[in-house]
Each structure stands twice: as C-alpha cells, then as structure tokens.
C-alpha cells in the first residue's frame, strides 16, 4: 500500500505571503492540523495550528513562521515508510507529492495506522 492509496485528495493550500489570520480561519474552517505552503503549485512549506500558536511577536505572514525544511512524501512512498517518517519526526501529517514537486494530497499517521498493521 502506497501514500497514494491512503491520503487524502481534499486539501487546501496557502501561498507564503498569505496572512496569519487568513490561514487561521482557513484551517479552523477545514478541520485540517496543517495546510502546504505553495508557491507556483510546488511545496515550500507546511503551516499548523502549532505554528500559528507559536509564532512570534509581528509575524504577518505565513513566510514569516514556516520552517524552511519540510517532510514529504511521494505518491509512491510504502505507507510503512511514510509512517516510520512521521513516527521519527513526531508529526502526523505529510504532503503527498508527485515527482514534480506538486502536491497531491495529505496523508494522516491515523489513516495508515487504521489501514496496515505498522
């Protein structure tokens, strides 16, 4: 089973300019823990609730909070493996991309968990 088979296809994105309390609406709105940062459709970042809860005093915008490395996934990527990412790097979500770089979907630790015994 691949991340493809399990992540979700229903996602939403941000662009790094976007502002902080836009993005706080948004993902109160979708439900989601995080949203991929885009930037002409390829992924530079992700942005979480965490993220906005921590940010620092006159951060505006989303670039002002992400972290300039991300965790991903590829469409391809064993759901074992992606779930070993998510466990050594204590996060539940992952950007699902293409080879390209554009992102496909988002996958969730609790649905691989749910799905595969891993």
């Known amino acids: 089973m691949t991340a493809s088979d399990l992540m979700t296809r229903k996602f939403e994105t941000v662009q790094a300019d ?3 309390e ?3 609406r948004k ?3 979708s439900g989601l823990k995080l949203l991929p940062v885009c930037q002409d459709g390829h992924l530079v970042g992700v942005i979480t ?3 906005l809860a ?3 005093p006159g951060a505006l915008s989303v670039s002002d909070v992400i972290a300039p490395d991300v965790l991903f ?3 391809n990527t064993e759901a074992a493996e992606a779930a070993n990412l998510m466990r050594e790097n204590r996060v539940s ?3 699902v991309l293409e080879h390209d770089k554009s992102v496909v979907g988002v996958l969730a ?3 691989i968990l749910s799905k595969e015994n891993v």
Request: charged share 40%.
């Open 18 to 20: 976007a502002r902080l």
């Open 27 to 29: 993902l109160e709105a």
């Open 22 to 24: 836009d993005v706080a």
């Open 49 to 51: 609730r965490t993220d």
């Open 93 to 95: 979500f992952l950007p």
């Open 54 to 56: 921590k940010r620092a």
């Open 73 to 75: 996934c590829f469409v």
């Open 109 to 111: 630790l609790e649905e």
